[in-house]
């Protein structure tokens, strides 16, 4: 069955990642006039029991296969996924000569000229000789750049030439030779098990004094996943069969217009806080902007549906706001989001023929209305221990 909510969650994402790093203080002349017209009196309307038709949603049962129950297998392969995609290395004692496959830590300082030149020199660097790069990572280097530690041991000096690209960045160093100057401090190895940490390397790397403590975090945050994804299964198994027994007849034009232009306009606030603009950005990357417009609203399409249905259970339920709650609800979200009040907040998240109020409102409801179907379905789980 296709997850349906997964347009959804794209909707959603797009508009709450954006505002998450704070609001941006540039308002284009588009943006005001589009902020003038919601003010008015022209805000779109609709009757919900005309454009969807209800099944059922009370008492529903659903299936839910993942992860759910602590098991030691379970852990122990959270922690070894931890572990790995932290990217650790630490000192391999037993090793005191840089091989071409070795991770090595260094300091070195870039020179022309007998001068230090800017952003040539580091400390406490770990490098993939093999693949001319910081370890654990795709950055790369000039070319040559740790070609020549092969061969030199641990408590050197080293410094050889290298000869920066033609086309590189910095016009000053661009084509030049110049001399980096390593000091090898030692040979490294990755850890990737719990079996290879020490308290050393737990205190340096995650700052708690020994691989016990340490353990004890990540059995909290290994027990919070398994809650999560209980959690967040459970709503999508609820909120597809709730799609699913329903029905859809048509999306207002202009709602869903509403709904591209909120997304829109967020977008292109984001963008124009970093002096660009979302329309300039698509076409940077080589994408056509008529088309990933067509795309976004396709996917936004199936979010107002969800929308849709979601407000029809919570009218027939004779659900409403409640204004103590509701406080409490918008102004999470508003100051989570850097703003001051809810006046600013509303006002950028207000489109044409559709005021920031109406959608805020809107969503306490179909969150509400979402709740109560999940409290009342009825919910069989499957849990899969990780292998």
Do not use: W
Request: negative net charge; charged residues 30%; hydrophobic residues 35%.
């Amino acid at each position: 069955m296709k997850n349906r909510l997964l347009a959804l969650a794209l909707a959603t994402a797009m508009v709450f990642s954006i505002t998450a790093c704070g609001k941006s203080e540039s308002k284009d002349d588009a943006t005001k006039d589009t902020k003038t017209e919601a003010s008015k009196s022209d805000e779109i309307e609709y009757d919900v029991d005309e454009l969807v038709t209800l099944g059922d949603y009370k008492g529903i049962e659903v299936t839910v296969e993942g992860e759910y129950e602590y098991s030691d297998e379970g852990f122990d392969k959270y922690v070894e996924d931890t572990i790995a995609q932290a990217g650790i290395f630490a000192e391999d004692k037993s090793q005191k000569e840089v091989k071409e496959d070795s991770i090595v830590n260094v300091d070195y300082v870039g020179s022309q000229d007998g001068v230090a030149f800017d952003g040539g020199s580091a400390e406490d660097q770990t490098l993939d000789v093999a693949n001319n790069c910081t370890a654990g990572t795709t950055q790369g280097f000039i070319d040559g750049f740790t070609a020549g530690l092969v061969g030199h041991k641990v408590g050197e000096e080293v410094a050889y030439e290298v000869t920066f690209p033609k086309e590189y960045g910095n016009a000053d160093l661009a084509g030049q030779t110049v001399i980096f100057t390593f000091q090898v401090n030692y040979i490294a190895k990755p850890i990737s098990s719990k079996k290879e940490l020490t308290d050393d390397v737990v205190s340096e790397k995650f700052g708690y004094d020994t691989v016990d403590k340490y353990m004890d975090s990540l059995k909290e945050s290994y027990q919070s996943k398994l809650e999560s994804n209980l959690k967040n299964d459970t709503e999508t198994a609820v909120l597809n069969a709730i799609i699913n027994n329903s029905k859809v007849a048509e999306i207002p034009d202009d709602l869903l217009q509403a709904r591209v232009d909120l997304i829109i306009a967020m977008q292109d606030r984001q963008y124009q806080a970093y002096g660009t603009t979302l329309k300039d950005y698509i076409a940077s990357m080589g994408y056509d902007y008529d088309e990933e417009i067509a795309k976004l609203t396709e996917n936004i399409k199936e979010s107002t549906k969800t929308e849709l249905i979601l407000e029809a259970i919570a009218k027939t339920e004779g659900m409403k706001v409640d204004e103590k709650d509701y406080s409490d609800f918008i102004s999470n979200l508003y100051t989570q989001m850097g703003y001051k009040d809810e006046t600013s907040f509303y006002d950028d998240y207000s489109v044409k023929g559709y005021s920031g109020e109406k959608y805020f409102r809107l969503a306490y409801l179909t969150e509400k209305a979402k709740d109560f179907c999940i409290e009342n379905a009825v919910v069989n789980s499957s849990n899969v221990v990780a292998e």
